[in-house]
């Protein structure tokens, strides 16, 4: 055992003040057998003295117990005042933490380091859980197994594509890369995002100008620690994306929200002091919006004129049902205010956990450098895999494939909507992405709320709208994701449902 012997005191008193420890914060509960007394005597070296007299001592406090030709054991139950006492001591040292910001040497001794501004804001913000992680039964500490998931962010894996993925994963194996990477990113997949961008966005760029991220989340981390300084404005969608919102606080921007309406998020409601405003044009989160191209031109006008930078959140543009492909709005910037940040983990899937972000020349070098320091460089094996999924036409198969299996449960699913609810459930116009947002006008947040619950005894996974909202929405909703389940499966969670709506 892993035992430290340091501190002042008899020595029995510091190995009697370590196992007391241990039990008071249930490392050691209670009819745990310790350790026998000449076994742990000759792993410390130490005298068997000295255990036998702290064991006795833990005796003797009720902590311990003998049992007669067996050993030692913690105590099964312990009174309440003792409990206290673990608690007692937490507060102790908070109070010798608080005595210590004082700068003063010796009343910082024995202190935890000190959180920053960053880590207090950090820590404001609370647990880091997501509106569409799987919901947990109380006291669970594993997700539960909900057969009707609509879950966002998530797509039934393509068979294909997983064959083509081990195929190449195989490959690349045979000659795994073994030494560090190039922080930017593999040149390959870069060069092969250049000519994606160029088809299917309408972005002109350059390798030279592309660097790999670990997910865009990370794309967005980095760009706001670069250029951002705190107490910067930032504007925002309001309903939007929870993870961005997060990163902006953290690092103690103040941010302003913006209201979306059926086409995203409208120009003229911008704060006249932000410098950046964050949008996801192409297909508003969580809403479907789609902003047109007047809006887009007014958006690059307002930034330009006010001096400000636009964060260009392109997340799954990709999955688009109806009409032509989007331009990006970072396609029509001609005054280089568009940061532009893509992912590939929703496209295939999750785990991937690579991004991208085009930057002016002027940023690389120093994006780069603050990359290498944050993680060296992303997943090597996965770039060279993904670059070769792009350069050999799979990526193109694979989005043709996505887009016909996943229209079709758009479909599905707005009809067994319509089938199920009526004009009680108003599902948003969106034809893209892999989620719907779903108003219920008559009912209330409450309502909601019961219902995410009650369905859950059901095998019905639901997530409320109010988590992505600034300000508490105007009418109650559920954000559907329909990706992840068979069409039977949509049926069918959404029959359970209007059971549990229905109850009283």
């Not at 089938?419 to 108003?439: C, E, N, P, Y």
């Amino acid at each position: 055992m892993l035992i430290p012997l340091d501190g002042s005191g008899p020595l029995y008193r510091r190995l009697y003040r370590h196992f007391r420890s241990e039990i008071l914060s249930g490392h050691l509960p209670g009819g745990t057998r310790l350790p026998a007394t000449r076994a742990l005597a000759k792993e410390l070296g130490i005298s068997r003295n000295v255990v036998l007299a702290a064991y006795q001592q833990l005796i003797d406090e009720g902590y311990g117990q003998s049992r007669k030709g067996s050993g030692t054991y913690v105590a099964p139950e312990l009174p309440e005042g003792m409990l206290r006492i673990d608690q007692a001591e937490g507060r102790t040292q908070r109070a010798v933490q608080d005595a210590g910001r004082d700068g003063d040497p010796e009343s910082m001794r024995g202190q935890l380091p000190k959180l920053s501004a960053f880590g207090r804001r950090l820590s404001d913000l609370g647990p880091m859980t997501d509106p569409d992680e799987l919901p947990r039964s109380p006291g669970s500490t594993t997700a539960d197994d909900l057969p009707f998931d609509f879950r966002y962010g998530l797509a039934l894996p393509d068979p294909a594509t997983a064959t083509v993925w081990r195929r190449l994963l195989s490959r690349h194996a045979q000659h795994l890369p073994m030494e560090y990477d190039s922080p930017q990113g593999c040149p390959a997949l870069r060069r092969a995002l250049v000519g994606y961008l160029r088809q299917s966005r309408g972005i002109e760029t350059d390798a030279s100008q592309i660097v790999i991220t670990s997910g865009s989340q990370q794309a967005i981390d980095l760009l706001i620690r670069l250029l951002a300084e705190a107490d910067d404005t930032i504007s925002i969608e309001d309903p939007g994306y929870r993870g961005a919102r997060q990163i902006f606080a953290a690092a103690g921007l103040k941010i302003q929200s913006c209201t979306v309406d059926d086409q995203g998020l409208n120009p003229t409601d911008l704060h006249p002091a932000a410098r950046w405003i964050y949008v996801t044009p192409s297909h508003q989160f969580p809403t479907g919006a789609v902003m047109p191209v007047e809006r887009r031109l007014s958006l690059l006008d307002w930034a330009d004129t006010h001096g400000a930078f636009v964060i260009e959140d392109d997340y799954d543009s990709e999955l688009r049902y109806e009409g032509p492909p989007l331009e990006a709005v970072a396609a029509l910037d001609q005054h280089r205010r568009v940061l532009y940040v893509g992912t590939l983990s929703k496209v295939l899937f999750p785990a991937l956990r690579l991004g991208y972000v085009v930057l002016p020349d002027s940023l690389v070098q120093v994006f780069v450098a603050a990359k290498r320091l944050t993680d060296r460089h992303s997943p090597s094996l996965e770039q060279r895999v993904l670059a070769d999924f792009f350069a050999e036409g799979h990526f193109a198969r694979h989005l043709r494939r996505m887009r016909r299996r996943n229209s079709h449960r758009l479909q599905v699913f707005r009809q067994a909507l319509q089938d199920v609810f009526g004009t009680r459930a108003q599902a948003a116009s969106s034809a893209a992405g892999i989620h719907l947002m779903v108003s219920f006008p008559n009912d209330s947040t409450s309502d909601v709320e019961r219902w995410v619950r009650e369905s859950r005894a059901l095998g019905v996974g639901l997530y409320p709208l109010a988590p992505y909202f600034a300000r508490p929405p105007k009418i109650p909703g559920l954000l559907f994701g329909y990706a992840n389940l068979r069409e039977d499966e949509i049926r069918e969670g959404l029959r359970r449902l209007a059971r549990v709506i229905q109850s009283p």
